[in-house]
């Protein structure tokens, strides 16, 4: 089957407008898209920011009367510029496959899709399965390859680790597949939280991962915590944290670029003595080791 895609650009306080009378004329589905490269990084929870310009693209039917749409929105919205185009039906598991190939992280530790063959050429590769459907944590960002560098040179052996900010759980899921002994995984949004469950269902690691959207009470001393997260978020959650991590224990930080290193250092170094920073293009991780209660 094949279908019919129009878009356009659009302002922000136009977009849920557009959605509703896409809707009306027929569409089986809107996306709201970046239409002027302004990434929104983590918004705050129960918010659903947009872009300031936003492409909006609706998916018809194949025998739509393109004229007809066009004509329906101008009148709304004059301003646009709208573009139609076929698009065909394809098989979108397999599509993501296509684009999520096995990827190595450090010596061992490997990043593959769920259903993918095992890595017979490989010598002994820890392995994180995870679902080429999520549209987020699958290692690709620099800021999950630096953490996932930093875990396979320090395998967590029989330790309690915090993955703060899980997102789909895959440093926690890569913590456990290298030996932790307990992972508590924390996110204040649900979907996070079911897709680290679920993946770790998927590694045979759900027993030793506990999800939650806060930290437990009492809080745990874990000997490392992973926070890829934001510059702010990491500044304000130092206090806690740092109370989160036992003496002689390791904080990794990411999510940072470089620019923002200094002030997220300064805000945990009553506690912890850093290494030098990684970079991997802009972005930073930074590992400290805790030296003062």
Not at 7 to 15: D, Q, R
Not at 209 to 227: G, N, R, Y
Not at 276 to 286: A, Q, R, Y
């Amino acid at each position: 089957m094949t279908w019919c895609e129009i878009s356009f650009n659009i302002p922000e306080t136009l977009a849920e407008r557009c959605s509703d009378q896409l809707e009306r004329l027929g569409a089986v589905a809107v996306s709201f898209l970046d239409a002027g490269d302004k990434p929104l990084l983590e918004p705050l929870p129960g918010t659903t920011p947009l872009w300031d310009e936003v492409k909006v693209v609706g998916l018809f039917p194949e025998k739509t009367d393109v004229a007809s749409l066009k004509t329906a929105l101008t009148a709304l919205f004059p301003k646009i510029t709208l573009t139609a185009a076929p698009l065909a039906e394809q098989d979108w598991t397999r599509v993501c496959l296509e684009h999520f190939q096995p990827m190595p992280f450090g010596k061992r530790l490997w990043i593959c899709p769920f259903d993918y063959p095992p890595l017979t050429e490989v010598e002994n590769p820890v392995v994180v399965k995870l679902d080429p459907g999520l549209a987020f944590g699958t290692g690709t960002h620099p800021t999950t390859a630096l953490c996932l560098e930093w875990l396979d040179a320090h395998p967590p052996l029989a330790q309690i680790v915090i993955d703060y900010g899980c997102g789909s759980g895959i440093l926690g899921i890569a913590a456990a597949r290298l030996g932790a002994e307990k992972v508590f995984a924390i996110d204040y949004d649900p979907q996070a939280l079911l897709s680290t469950q679920d993946n770790a269902l998927r590694n045979q690691v759900s027993g030793c991962i506990a999800v939650s959207t806060t930290l437990p009470t009492p809080i745990p001393l874990a000997q490392t915590i992973l926070a890829n997260i934001l510059a702010q978020p990491l500044i304000e959650l130092a206090p806690t944290l740092a109370q989160s991590c036992a003496l002689g224990g390791h904080i990794v930080l990411s999510g940072l670029l470089t620019n923002q290193s200094e002030s997220v250092t300064a805000a945990y170094a009553p506690w912890f003595d850093f290494s030098p920073m990684m970079v991997k293009e802009d972005w930073v991780l930074l590992c400290g080791t805790k030296i003062r209660a």
